[in-house]
């Protein structure tokens, strides 16, 4: 299906305006692996504050999820760019056999 098919599923708004409001705050602590904005983020995700697989997950796959081309974005274009690293997001959580059996969809 198209990528944005999704978009209006609650759970994916809160993760996306999250991600828009916080987004160099994120990066960073998705590249150390831990931080308050990635429990918060983990917690909007629909997965346990505490679970170190949802931050672990982020890192390990940080060039996917914070697509480089983000870096380059202008303002008026932020709330599509982080749409679409919130789609990348979910889809890499949907496809982690550990995360879809601990953090709820929808």
């Known amino acids: 299906g198209h990528p944005s098919e ?3 599923r609650p ?3 809160r993760v996306t305006l999250f991600l828009e ?3 160099q705050q994120l ?3 998705s590249a150390q692996g831990q931080g ?3 429990d918060a ?4 995700a629909g997965c346990a504050t505490s679970d ?3 931050a672990e997950l982020i890192r390990n796959n940080y060039v996917q999820v ?3 081309d983000l870096l380059n974005l202008h303002l008026e274009s932020g709330i599509k760019g982080a749409a679409q690293t919130s789609e990348r997001l979910l889809n890499l959580m949907s496809n982690s056999p550990l995360l879809a059996s601990s953090c709820k969809s929808g």
């Open 6 to 8: 999704n978009f209006y």
């Open 11 to 13: 759970k994916n708004k």
């Open 21 to 23: 409001d916080n987004f």
């Open 27 to 29: 990066k960073l602590e």
């Open 36 to 38: 308050h904005h990635l």
């Open 41 to 44: 983020l983990a917690y909007l």
């Open 52 to 54: 170190d697989a949802f």
């Open 66 to 68: 914070f697509d480089t």
